[in-house]
Structures are given as C-alpha cells and as structure tokens.
C-alpha cells in the first residue's frame, strides 16, 4: 500500500516556465489537496477536493490550477512559474466528512524557480 | 476567513523539561487535529479533538481542547531528544467543506 505518492522530489524551473506536480493515492479518499510550506508560515492550503470532478480554492491559490478527473490523482499545474512560488509542496488525502480522522501526507515535492 | 494562530513559534528547552504549545482559532472548530513534521520530513497524524473539553492522552504527550472549541493544547512531559521537530495544529472549520487549515507550527528543540 503506497499511501499517497507525489512526483518530483525536487525541480528547478526557470521562472515563466510551466509544470505539473503530481499527486496520487491508493486509499480512495474522496478529499485531496495541496499544500505549500514556507519558513515561519506553516502549511497553506493551495487547492482542495471533495471528490472527482470537485475542486475549490484554499487560502493562496493564485498562480495554480487543479482538475481531478480521477478518485486517485490530484495534480497541481503552474502555468507560469514565479519565484514567490519557490516553497516544498505537500499533497495529502483523507476521507470526506467532519470527523473521519487524519490527513495522509505524501513526501513533498522541493520547487525552486530561479 | 477561519484562521488558525500557534505559538510559540520556536522553544528550545533542557531534555527531561517539559513543553507546550497553543493554538488559537478566529472560529469555532468542528474537531481539532495535531501533527509532527520531523526535520526534512513530512507531517504525520498525532491525534483528534472532537469534543468541547475534551483531553486524551499519548504516554507523556497530553492534548487538550478548549470548552469553546476554539482552542487547543500540545503539552510534552519530560521531554526527549525524539521529539525534536516541529507540531502542527490543524482545524476542522464549522462548514461542510472538510477543509482543514494549519497553524504556522511550533518547532521544538531539545538539548540532551
């Protein structure tokens, strides 16, 4: 059972470039979503998604975009990467609903725009 | 919007010293979770709060939260050198959104 997989482990992109993070889960947990990490400021959340086809925008989404077309992928796109975007990404999943237990966190991902 | 403060932001203490963090929500919560980062690592589930008051404890690690729901505890008994890292908190907000926000983490140093 591999829990929830992101891809890359680490990037370096050129700012104006685009990319993909990709997130996937094998629990089949209707709730994913991402978050950045920065020094001082904890998790933020980017996007979330209660189910396929769902998606809503958490406390900094601008600059990113998500679909869930699937129950177990969940990627997150830069369409235009900027340095305020350099941070460790964190995807994670869980079971819907108010008190169904923990978030499942996949290893990060280390994004450096340059 | 639902926020979420935790203090302090760092705590260095003395091995066998014990300590605590507090987290601060601007709304009433739904449940309350607690996580520990490990330094290059990624957050990993402690426990949940559901009830208003409700306390539970893991071996010397005690979580409490508040009668208004809008607080919450980590307290660490007789620290060791393996609980270097840095606690989260995270709040389940009142909608039926299932969105859980974060604290900005304490992160806790323990001198052997």
């Known amino acids: 059972n591999a829990g929830v997989t992101q891809t890359p482990k680490f990037q370096v992109l050129k700012t104006g470039q685009s990319m993909t993070l990709q997130c996937a889960q094998d629990?089949?947990?209707?709730?994913m979503s991402w978050y950045r990490q920065d020094p001082g400021m904890g998790l933020r959340l980017i996007h979330y998604?209660?189910?396929?086809?769902?998606?809503d925008q958490g406390e900094v989404p601008n600059g990113y975009n998500v679909s869930r077309s699937t129950t177990e992928d969940f990627p997150l796109r830069l369409l235009s990467a900027a340095p305020s975007q350099t941070s460790v990404y964190f995807c994670?999943?869980?079971?819907?609903?108010?008190?169904?237990?923990?978030?499942?966190f996949g290893e990060g991902s280390r994004l450096t725009v340059l | 919007g639902q926020q979420v403060m935790q203090i302090p932001q760092y705590q260095h203490v003395q091995e066998g010293e014990d300590f605590t963090t507090y987290c601060n929500s601007s709304?009433?919560?739904?449940?309350i979770q607690w996580y520990k980062q490990r330094p290059g690592g990624h957050p990993v589930f402690l426990i949940q709060?559901?009830?208003?008051?409700e306390v539970k404890k893991q071996k010397r690690l005690t979580f409490q939260f508040g009668e208004a729901k809008k607080n919450s505890s980590l307290h660490i008994t007789a620290t060791q050198t393996t609980d270097v890292g840095t606690y989260f908190c995270?709040?389940?907000?009142?909608?039926?959104?299932?969105?859980?926000?974060f604290g900005q983490g304490t992160t806790l140093q323990v001198k052997p």
């Open positions: 994670a999943s869980r079971n819907r609903g108010r008190n169904t237990g923990e978030l499942f």
């Open positions: 629990m089949n947990h209707e709730y």
């Open positions: 998604s209660v189910g396929a086809g769902i998606t």
């Open positions: 709304t009433t919560l739904s449940n």
């Open positions: 709060l559901v009830k208003s008051g």
């Open positions: 995270a709040g389940l907000g009142g909608s039926n959104t299932g969105k859980l926000i």
